[in-house]
């Protein structure tokens, strides 16, 4: 791994968690609603052991009666033969009998004096009475149950609902991020990763939490619970069960931080995973003409191998936590027990305290062994979201402007206009001096890299002049809203782009649906009878990126897009490449039906197309060399002259 990302991995996850937590803070009613819930589950977990105690030491012990229901004098409790006194116990064996036996004696056969004397009743008039009928155990161990599972599945609904809110919430502010950020960066954001830090990752990040907030309600609150019970009954052993404590503490610290570490490259490489299935699905045509199957074969597996050796290391870094916290947790555990076990010799404890005890310890050691697997889950998940929360960091696009046009004829001059993109060693543009009236038809030619796409950039506002000026009907561009700028043109790029919509959706996007005008732009582009053969029409899905569509199909489409926006500037990038010529012949002869009531911008590396354009721009090195019509320019023999002459 590289430096940078070593710093990463070695970064605090904490302004990661405070980031989160914004998110779940507008949610919190409905983790507070869990937490209560889980509360109520935790308050019952000290019954358990309390009841098994009582039952032990009350349920086989009964009180000798008369038949009238009174004690009877001087007899001893019935007990079974296990029920041998504590005390006795920590005897030797023969000493143990001995004193079995005579405790026997005493409560079976009574003194010769009480034999004898008449008000003493003989032991068929004795009845053995109990604490509490047989009947109640189930009654209140199915009743006990029954409430802790309906608190346990309130506070599950409760605390799901609050992440599935939280990760709405996140997922929104990411596109929100997305759909706002600077141009530039989406040179250097690969679509793949940008889908899985959106959709992935936020979901993944918050299943993670919940699973780790799950276990310490469940069983941190009973854990807690049980401690409190353990006090109550004998706090001097209570306090041994905490000598394992820093031990616990600083295997958790040092397990978490390798795994952070291990997560962090993990998470790296699984996005480089994807962006090669990315590249795959989305170019599947030249990995095939190219018969390049073996090659995508092996770039993936290579990078299968890494989220391979990764996602082992990080799970053997998860896995080292348990069997160390467990092994440190049964030293401690057994020197308690064997200390419980020493005093209820010594001192004579019942078998009820003594098994409540030992009861309510293996409950809370069982739930802090899950409590130490809890830490790994959350470390991975502040892991993967410092990546998609990254993306919060997102620099904004610009948006300065307050001014908005209405009204705009499409008037465009461009004043001394140089740009230099980041990186590039000379200028994409050069004090360029450029004018495009409204209302005519003006095309820009030139070689490629004349800078011919960077002013469709900067008219678009996705890139800033270095210095210069654009003005649109005499108003700097910059001083006008990115949103009131961009309703202005309507662009038809040679990279077509069509959304998994509808035709008419496609069409009329973000915009009102008129199926009159969808008709009228469909039939100027060509499209309109094609539309009218399929089973669904204008309703017809042209699947991902139009695939279900030819190429000129969705060329026609983006053009009848543009048509529909009906904004004062066309802008038509290559916009007829893909069509056939009498399809081409076709549009070019509906786009002169707006001529003079639209401002018309045509790049096109075909001269034939742009032959009627009023204005035809020659663009090279970032400058204009040539300005004129064809005729004109093709009189002069120059630039112009000598591109005709090589496409003929």
């Not at 006090?231 to 394992?244: G, P, V």
């Not at 958790?252 to 952070?260: E, F, I, L, M, T």
Request: charged share 20%.
């Amino acid at each position: 791994m590289t430096d940078q990302a070593s710093a990463k991995d070695t970064e605090p996850l904490g302004p990661t968690a405070s980031r989160l937590w914004r998110f779940m803070k507008p949610h919190r009613w409905g983790l507070l609603l869990s937490v209560i819930a889980f509360v109520l589950v935790a308050s019952t977990e000290p019954l358990i052991p309390k009841l098994l105690g009582y039952a032990l030491g009350e349920g086989f012990n009964a009180k000798p009666t008369n038949v009238a229901g009174f004690a009877v004098p001087g007899a001893a409790p019935a007990t079974s033969a296990a029920a041998v006194t504590p005390a006795a116990s920590a005897m030797s064996p023969a000493a143990a009998t001995s004193i079995a036996s005579a405790a026997s004696a005493t409560a079976v056969a009574p003194p010769a004096s009480a034999a004898s004397s008449p008000s003493r009743p003989s032991m068929a008039e004795v009845n053995l009475n109990y604490s509490f009928p047989i009947w109640m155990v189930p009654i209140v161990l199915i009743g006990l149950f029954a409430a802790r599972g309906l608190f346990t599945f309130c506070g599950q609904y409760m605390l799901n609902w609050t992440i599935s809110r939280t990760v709405m919430d996140i997922r929104t502010a990411l596109l929100q991020v997305l759909l706002r950020a600077d141009a530039r960066v989406y040179t250097s954001l690969q679509p793949a990763t940008a889908v899985t830090k959106v959709v992935n990752d936020p979901q993944h990040v918050v299943t993670l939490i919940a699973g780790a907030l799950i276990t310490i309600l469940r069983d941190g609150l009973p854990a807690l619970a049980l401690m409190g019970y353990l006090f109550f009954i004998n706090w001097k052993l209570t306090l041994l069960s905490l000598i394992t404590v820093p031990g616990l503490a600083f295997v958790v610290r040092k397990v978490n931080r390798r795994v952070r570490r291990m997560g962090s490259w993990a998470y790296d490489a699984q996005l480089r995973l994807v962006s090669v299935i990315e590249d795959v699905t989305r170019a599947w045509r030249v990995v095939r003409s190219f018969d390049a199957a073996d090659y995508e074969r092996r770039r993936f597996a290579e990078r299968a191998r890494e989220v391979q050796r990764s996602t082992l290391k990080t799970a053997a870094s998860n896995a080292m936590a348990q069997p160390l916290s467990q092994l440190m947790a049964s030293v401690g555990i057994s020197i308690i027990v064997s200390l419980a076990l020493y005093q209820s010799r010594v001192n004579g404890t019942g078998v009820g305290e003594f098994a409540s005890f030992v009861a309510a310890l293996l409950f809370m050691s069982s739930r802090l062994r899950h409590l130490s697997d809890v830490m790994q889950p959350i470390t991975n998940a502040l892991v993967v979201a410092r990546g998609c929360m990254g993306l919060l960091d997102t620099p904004p696009e610009p948006d300065t402007g307050t001014r908005e046009l209405r009204d705009v004829r499409g008037d465009i001059a461009l004043q001394q206009v140089t740009l230099r993109y980041p990186g590039a060693n000379r200028d994409a543009l050069a004090a360029m001096d450029l004018h495009i009236p409204a209302g005519r038809t003006t095309a820009l030619v030139g070689s490629s890299g004349a800078g011919k796409t960077s002013v469709v950039n900067l008219l678009l506002g996705f890139e800033r002049p270095d210095s210069g000026r654009i003005l649109l009907d005499g108003v700097p561009i910059d001083e006008l809203t990115k949103a009131n700028l961009r309703r202005q043109f309507a662009v038809v790029s040679q990279d077509i782009v069509l959304f998994d919509l509808s035709i008419a959706d496609n069409i009329a996007y973000a915009q009102e649906r008129d199926d009159a005008k969808l008709e009228q732009v469909l039939r100027a582009a060509a499209l309109w009878d094609f539309v009218q053969s399929l089973p669904e029409g204008l309703d017809t899905t042209v699947g991902a990126n139009g695939s279900k569509l030819s190429g000129g199909q969705r060329q026609r489409l983006a053009i009848a897009r543009a048509l529909y926006k009906d904004a004062p500037v066309w802008i038509f990038d290559e916009a007829t490449s893909a069509l056939d010529t009498e399809s081409e012949r076709a549009v070019q002869q509906a786009l002169e039906q707006w001529q003079g009531r639209k401002t018309l911008i045509v790049i096109a590396h075909r001269l034939s197309t742009i032959r009627r354009a009023d204005c035809i721009q020659v663009l090279a090195d970032g400058q204009v060399v040539e300005s004129g019509d064809h005729d004109a320019l093709m009189a002069r023999d120059g630039v112009y002259a000598g591109m005709v002459k090589v496409q003929h």
